[in-house]
């Protein structure tokens, strides 16, 4: 049974649900939503080259359907495929399609647009040029081939039991138009086969879509979906103004991930204003990331003591995260153990993560010291909101409890994930790690060159190349049973608590509220009558919503 | 070459009055009549004068003080105490946090005193001196200089200043390094840029009315017997025009600190103003501009304090710089 | 006519070298486009993108690149991963945004400027004419205080009273004329009257100061003898020589008005011009903000002009002068 409970010590007096509450409200047909976003995707939609945020995913999940969608239990069920079938040592899986499924201008969802659009993904698509993508799927598939107009199979180079989730890849996997997938404005010229089309889309104003009248998703009692006739997005960065304008009417729905949003909306639940809806299910961590690599010529993590054991455990020691969730997260998220939340595999309560011990902190710093001869400093790097900015000045301050010397600086929410990429941080707030399958992680963490080098994947921003995560992450992709991922997954948990490369914070809590008459977050029941997946860490599916007069 | 605007003959220009901060008053000066009617409230400084100048000295002595002062340091967390109202502990409260406000607000002053007296410093010296020239050689060399004026007047004040700021100060792992600037008081990387392109933004208003005020002056009799005497330009510039122009030069001055005090409350909202670790009167408002809108936990001190500090100062500056012109009046040259 | 080709001349002078200018400053800001559109690239991949968009290309082949897109009537185009587009396939052009965000700063600009001297005039007006008097001190004093409040502070506690509390109006957001003329009335009045008030002190004492000056003049003196009232000598033939200062000084302001309003923009979440150009700035959108740099520099010498010609209008000595010269 899904765990309504609240993920939190203090819950708002019911009024605030969680996910998997039973609303029992009748679905009614038609009206229009407006939609606050936290951020833009201004780098377009043309999924396989895209690098998706959370309003970007929003706006994906409204145009696309991707082949496999996860359910209430985290298993990946076939959602725009009809079958997702692997053979014995699952390494070939075919995928077989609904029939009669048609893209937005009119085009047949089969096989070979299935194809194209796979290895689009995969980069052997030539019109197409994925960056993330390429990395994730690239080495790893050997082909893709057209069984029969309805059937897709797919070879892949190792055993890999989590390849259902990747169809899914956070419902950044959408399934595009051929015309789409050739045309060379693929960014903005948006054809799937979702609920909704795409009308119009001024970036950093509005995104607006109407309601797709050949949707091949029904509700569970043969309704035709979405209910809604349209839906617009806004993209509105600061949270308050986001709050603001769901309490004055201007906004249907907003969502948020912050504490102080969230403490509002609680507040404005329980008087009844508004309809609340929390999730930490299957959440990202938050996290200050570690930039872990000495480099003699200055190029990679420029300037950083990470790279040193001490270093790391002093700042994991003189952090104090239950004053952290106490003061700035409004008792709201709870602490988190390590990567992997809990319902996910690999999730431990206790996965060894340093407990908050001062003394022991200044005797890292000083072992930091006698190690190096430097006193420990360090820089530490945020987002430029108010409320990031108040919290990074808190845990600054923890940090120099501990006698270190700590300097923070904010980066612009558009320059935000380079200053990652090109590795050029020392300390960075970060939140990533959604909780999907734990292979789906393997791109984020895995080597494929030896250590002490540095980790040569691209988007291992910390850097860190350790033997045990490299090769927990290689038999975990292969493994097939159950109980043994499991175990190789919480070795995997533990290691990162023994080596501290992140220093996790909290899981992330999303809220998504609305005006009292707008339901169904959640989504539809999924084509095998599944429940959906009470995450909103990677959004939700917009086909469910309505609102009542 | 086509004439500048304004185009009536030599009177002392007005000058643009910024959009989107605070707009400089800058008048035409009274003439002799105008200086007969205010002649009580001019010639001397006045009750109004005499608070803003003690107001003035007491925040320039609390940002120097600031190390010194008995009062919490800026960045310390009183536990417990998060959002609290005005209370014997905190007079000004504290903010989400739990750090005191008057020691922000007082460690605040440094920042933003530092960076508008710097700023118009620059500003000051470069603009003054171009306009300076400008107005005394005229001919060429003030066309040339008018016309560079006009091209960095043309874009406004506030985008130019976050263009620079942009260029110069925001590779992230840099904005923060420090280095000490005066003795003990360590200045991060941005607040230094910061200071460079809001000065290099000034310099052509400042240029302006150094211009403006030298027009006037150096046509003056006693700047032309100087001259037949046989005096070198640079001569007369420095020890008979410059005294004259100094006077409206300090009433600028004065107008420009409170100028840039709030412009650089502008580039903080936009979020390239001081790094948020050290707190400045700008930033402070940035870090609390939701805190009135907040429906649970919310702290208006965060934004309504460094606001009142600001209003007083900028009050008090422009206050002063307008009994200064005043005092001072340059007299009108007929059309 | 001559009057009309050296402005002509000079708009372009300005015009050139500020966007010289900008180009140049532009090229040296750290973190390029790409950064941006694709954070994650292999260094190869970040290489061609570059390419694709021409980034590769030295500034003053893109700056050619730009003025002969602009000689073609196109503003340019925003750069996206599908690569650098021509015109005609370009799926965001800069000319789009400025269409929907040009109204928008004008229409702020206009409000603030008429709120502003349909109060300055008249307490500049009465102010003058009660120099010394405890009418004059305490309007005084009230414009001071008027101008050391900060707009975007102003307009956050404008925000919070009149529009999450009262609930008048909607915290942020414009509503253009067209879609609803009240609400496009309603929106627009917080962020004027922020932009407004500081304003309204600056020309009321310009206003006044110059009125002082006209008033002690001989034609003032001999109205009054010949029986004229003071109203109409006020308002009929002081007012208008009076005017000079207030008028350069509201000329210069329209002009920083239009991009200069970033801040109140960013409170209010109002897509005009300043809202542009720092997203410009941020996104590191060279193409784009050259163009509005250019529309701003054109502006600015407009207004100038204008300026220079209602001088001419209001003030027969300057016309008498240059007929003269």
């Given at each position: 049974m899904v765990a309504a409970a609240c993920s939190s010590k203090k819950s708002g007096g019911g009024a605030t649900t969680s996910a998997g509450e039973q609303d029992n409200t009748k679905p009614v047909m038609g009206g229009s939503v407006v939609y606050a976003q936290e951020a833009e995707d201004a780098g377009g939609l043309c999924l396989p080259e895209a690098q998706l945020d959370i309003s970007g995913i929003n706006y994906a999940r409204t145009i696309y359907d991707t082949l496999t969608a996860p359910n209430d239990k985290g298993d990946f069920v076939p959602f725009l495929a009809k079958s997702v079938d692997h053979n014995?040592?699952?390494?070939?899986?075919?995928?077989?399609?609904?029939?009669?499924?048609?893209?937005?201008?009119?085009?047949?969802?089969?096989?070979?647009?299935?194809?194209?659009?796979?290895?689009?993904?995969?980069?052997?698509?030539?019109a197409r040029h994925p960056i993330l993508f390429s990395l994730v799927f690239g080495p790893y598939v050997k082909s893709v081939d057209v069984v029969d107009p309805l059937t897709v199979k797919v070879t892949v180079a190792q055993p890999w039991p989590a390849f259902p989730s990747y169809l899914w890849s956070s419902g950044r996997l959408g399934i595009m138009a051929q015309a789409q997938l050739d045309s060379q404005d693929c960014a903005k010229q948006l054809i799937g086969t979702g609920p909704f089309k795409l009308r119009e889309?001024?970036?950093?104003?509005?995104?607006t879509a109407d309601r797709?009248?050949?949707?091949?998703?029904?509700?569970?009692?043969?309704?035709?979906?979405?209910?809604?006739?349209?839906i617009t997005?806004?993209?509105?960065?600061?949270?308050?103004?986001?709050?603001?304008?769901?309490?004055?009417?201007?906004?249907?729905?907003i969502h948020t991930s912050s504490s102080i949003d969230q403490e509002q909306l609680r507040a404005l639940a329980q008087q009844g204003k508004i309809t609340n809806t929390e999730s930490d299910k299957f959440a990202e961590v938050s996290h200050l990331m570690l930039c872990t690599v000495q480099d003699p010529a200055g190029k990679i993590c420029p300037g950083t003591p990470f790279w040193n054991e001490h270093a790391r455990r002093a700042v994991a020691l003189a952090l104090d995260r239950e004053t952290l969730i106490h003061v700035r997260g409004k008792d709201i998220p709870q602490i988190a153990s390590g990567p992997f939340a809990p319902g996910a595999i690999g999730y431990l309560a206790d996965a060894g993560f340093p407990k908050f011990n001062l003394d022991e902190a200044k005797k890292e710093v000083a072992a930091y010291k006698a190690d190096t001869g430097k006193d420990l400093e360090f820089t530490y790097g945020g987002t430029p909101d108010p409320e990031g900015v108040e919290t990074q000045n808190f845990i600054k301050a923890m940090f120099e409890a501990a006698g270190m010397k700590v300097s923070t600086y904010t980066v612009e929410q558009t320059q935000y994930i380079n200053v990652a990429v090109q590795r050029n941080f020392q300390m960075y707030g970060w939140r990533n790690f959604p909780g999907s399958d734990p292979d789906s992680l393997f791109v984020w963490w895995h080597c494929n060159n030896a250590p002490p080098a540095p980790c040569d994947n691209l988007v291992n921003f910390g850097g860190f190349n350790d033997p045990v995560i490299n090769s927990d992450l290689e038999k975990g992709r292969v493994e097939t049973d159950p109980a043994k991922r499991q175990a190789i997954y919480e070795d995997l948990n533990r290691q990162f608590s023994k080596q501290l490369y992140d220093i996790w914070t909290n899981w992330t809590v999303w809220a998504v509220a609305t005006q009292t008459n707008v339901h169904g977050i959640f989504g539809p029941d999924l084509p095998d009558g599944s429940k959906p997946n009470p995450g909103l860490a990677t959004g939700h599916s917009m086909a469910g919503l309505f609102v009542t007069p | 070459m086509p004439e500048q605007s304004p185009s009536p003959a030599p009177t002392v220009e007005q000058e643009p009055v910024v959009a989107g901060t605070q707009p400089l008053v800058l008048e035409l000066p009274p003439t002799e009549t105008d200086a007969k009617v205010e002649k009580s409230a001019s010639k001397r400084l006045g009750l109004f004068g005499w608070v803003a100048i003690v107001w003035l000295a007491l925040v320039t002595l609390s940002a120097l003080l600031a190390p010194v002062l008995p009062v919490p340091a800026p960045d310390q967390h009183f536990i417990g105490h998060e959002t609290e109202a005005i209370s014997f502990a905190h007079p000004m409260g504290t903010d989400g946090t739990g750090q005191d406000m008057m020691a922000r607000v007082i460690w605040g002053a440094r920042a933003s005193l530092l960076i508008s007296v710097s700023s118009v410093v620059l500003g000051l010296i470069l603009g003054g001196l171009l306009g300076l020239i400008a107005g005394y050689y005229r001919g060429k060399l003030d066309t040339f200089l008018t016309n560079l004026f006009n091209v960095f007047l043309a874009v406004p004040q506030l985008v130019l200043a976050l263009a620079l700021v942009a260029v110069f100060a925001s590779d992230p792992a840099k904005v923060s390094s420090q280095f000490h600037w005066i003795v003990d008081w360590p200045v991060s990387q941005r607040e230094f840029w910061l200071i460079i392109s809001i000065g290099i933004v000034s310099i052509p208003i400042i240029g302006r009315i150094a211009r403006a005020s030298t027009l006037t002056w150096a046509q003056r009799e006693f700047v032309l017997a100087a001259r037949s005497m046989g005096a070198k330009n640079r001569r007369i510039m420095i020890r008979d025009v410059l005294p004259n122009v100094l006077p409206a030069m300090f009433s600028i001055a004065l107008l420009g600190v409170a100028v840039v005090i709030v412009l650089e409350g502008g580039l903080s909202i936009l979020g390239v103003g001081v790094p948020p670790s050290t707190p400045s009167w700008g930033n402070l408002i940035a870090t609390g501009r939701n805190e009135l809108t907040k429906i649970v936990g919310a702290a208006p001190q965060v934004i309504l304090a460094p606001s009142v500090a600001i209003f007083l100062t900028v009050l008090a500056l422009n206050y002063l710089g307008d009994v200064i012109r005043a005092r001072f009046d340059v007299r009108e040259s007929a059309i | 006519m001559r009057a009309v080709l050296q402005r002509l001349i000079q708009l372009l002078i300005v015009l050139v070298l500020v966007t010289i200018f900008c180009a140049?400053?532009?090229?040296r800001v750290p973190g390029d486009v790409t950064y941006t559109l694709a954070p994650v690239a292999t260094p190869q991949q970040r290489a061609d993108l570059r390419h694709q968009l021409h980034l590769d290309k030295p500034v003053y082949v893109r700056y050619g690149e730009w003025v002969d897109g602009l000689v073609h009537g196109d503003l340019g185009c925003y750069y996206g991963t599908s690569g650098y587009s021509t015109a005609s396939q370009c799926p965001d052009k800069v000319a789009d945004r400025v269409k929907d965000a040009l109204p928008i700063s004008l229409a702020l600009m206009v409000y603030a400027q008429v709120l502003a001297l349909v109060l300055?005039?008249?307490?500049?007006?009465?102010?003058?004419?009660?120099?010394?008097?405890?009418?004059?001190?305490?309007?005084?004093t009230a414009a001071f205080a008027l101008l050391a409040i900060p707009n975007f502070v102003l307009g956050l506690v404008l925000a919070y009273y009149v529009g999450s509390k009262l609930g008048w109006v909607e915290p942020t957001g414009w509503i253009p004329w067209g879609d609803d003329p009240v609400g496009h009335i309603k929106q627009a009045a917080l962020p004027t009257i922020s932009l407004a008030v500081g304003q309204v002190a600056v020309y009321m004492r310009l206003l006044r100061s110059d009125m002082i000056a006209t008033l002690q003049e001989d034609f003032v003196t001999m109205a009054r003898a010949k029986g004229l009232s003071p109203a109409r000598i006020l308002w009929r033939h002081a007012l208008r020589p009076s005017s000079l200062t207030l008028l350069t000084v509201a000329g210069l302001n329209v002009g920083t008005l239009i991009g200069g309003a970033v801040v109140i923009e960013n409170i209010f979440v109002i897509h005009g011009m300043g809202f542009l150009i720092a997203d410009a700035i941020f996104r590191r959108q060279y193409v784009a903000l050259q163009s509005y740099v250019a529309i701003l520099a054109i502006g600015y010498v407009v207004v100038n002009f204008l300026v220079d010609i209602l001088y001419a209008i209001l003030d027969p000595r300057i016309r008498h002068a240059r007929a003269v010269a």
């Open positions: 014995a040592d699952f390494t070939e899986w075919t995928i077989g399609l609904r029939e009669g499924i048609k893209f937005h201008d009119g085009t047949t969802l089969d096989a070979q647009v299935v194809k194209n659009n796979l290895d689009a993904y995969r980069g052997t698509y030539p889309w001024v970036v950093n104003d509005h995104f797709n009248p050949d949707y091949w998703q029904k509700d569970k009692d043969g309704n035709q979906l979405p209910y809604l006739d349209s997005f806004k993209p509105v960065p600061d949270g308050q103004q986001r709050l603001n304008g769901l309490t004055s009417g201007q906004f249907q729905l | - | 140049l400053l532009i090229d300055a005039i008249p307490l500049g007006v009465l102010t003058a004419y009660r120099a010394g008097s405890l009418f004059d001190k305490s309007v005084n």
